[in-house]
């Protein structure tokens, strides 16, 4: 089983950043598939973004310029740097992985990940 730890959230202003980090253990992180969602209050989780076991990765269109996911193998820690945010972004961010022998093949949805972190709130004020 895979152990995840986020940090890094916080409160920032509209237009600043944040980076997120994603400690694993239990399993090295090239091996897994990892991905970041959001949930905002009210709102189903979603999507941000996600790195496949071949480093491959992929965003959600409201992302995609602003947010970089990257991984530290000797770390073995996930990033997610985020910069020019919006208010729409304010949410708790969870950080996910998932076991898989293929270097190249993207999991997108949150039910096909099977180990989650405790989730760190990011808030964005306008």
């Known amino acids: 089983q895979v152990q995840l730890v986020e940090s890094g959230g916080g409160l920032v202003q509209a237009g600043g950043s944040l980076r997120l980090s994603c400690a694993a253990s239990?399993?090295?992180?090239?091996?897994?598939?990892m991905g970041w969602f959001r949930q905002a209050p009210g709102k189903q989780r979603e999507l941000v973004t996600t790195?496949?076991?071949?480093?491959?990765?992929n965003y959600a269109d409201s992302v995609k310029d602003r947010f970089t996911i990257s991984r530290d193998n000797a770390e073995n820690t996930v990033y997610l740097q985020m910069n020019s945010l919006k208010p729409e972004d304010t949410g708790v961010y969870y950080c996910?992985?998932?076991?898989?022998?293929?270097?190249?093949?993207?999991?997108?949805?949150?039910?096909?990940?099977?180990?989650w972190g405790q989730g760190t709130q990011v808030t964005v004020s306008s």
């Open positions: 239990g399993r090295a992180i090239s091996s897994l598939a």
């Open positions: 996910a992985a998932r076991r898989t022998l293929f270097l190249s093949v993207r999991y997108v949805s949150w039910d096909q990940y099977d180990s």
């Open positions: 790195i496949t076991s071949g480093a491959n990765t």
